[in-house]
Nanobody, 115 residues
């Protein structure tokens, strides 16, 4: 499984960014794709995820109402729409895919929110 994340960049507080993760090599119908982030000096934390089988989504409390995760199953793409960005959203965002209890990671994309 290979994951390619894109869409990071520099944005002012209150702005928006859209991250995309393209997954290749996913040969199973049931999987979950999620976004994690790691801020400087902090541990990696889960931000959002979506399940392929039922479309259920999860968002960490700090991003609820601001971030939306969605998927295009045909394209094996998961998007993370991030609105009303805050300085504390700054970090490297990683895309991950979990299949049969195995998690795969893509390279991160940097999101910088300036005040």
């Amino acid at each position: 499984v290979q994951l390619q994340a894109s869409g990071g960049g520099l944005v002012q507080a209150g702005g928006s960014l859209r991250l995309s993760c393209v997954a290749s090599g996913l040969s199973f119908d049931e999987y979950a794709i999620g976004w994690f982030r790691q801020a400087p000096g902090k541990e990696r934390e889960g931000v959002s995820c979506i399940r392929s089988d039922d479309g259920n989504t999860y968002h960490v409390d700090s991003v609820k109402g601001r971030f939306t995760i969605s998927s295009d199953d045909a394209k094996k793409t998961v998007n993370l729409q991030m609105n009303s960005l805050k300085v504390e959203d700054t970090g490297v965002y990683y895309c991950s895919a979990t299949v049969l209890a195995t998690t795969f990671w893509g390279r991160g994309t940097l999101v910088t929110v300036s005040s």
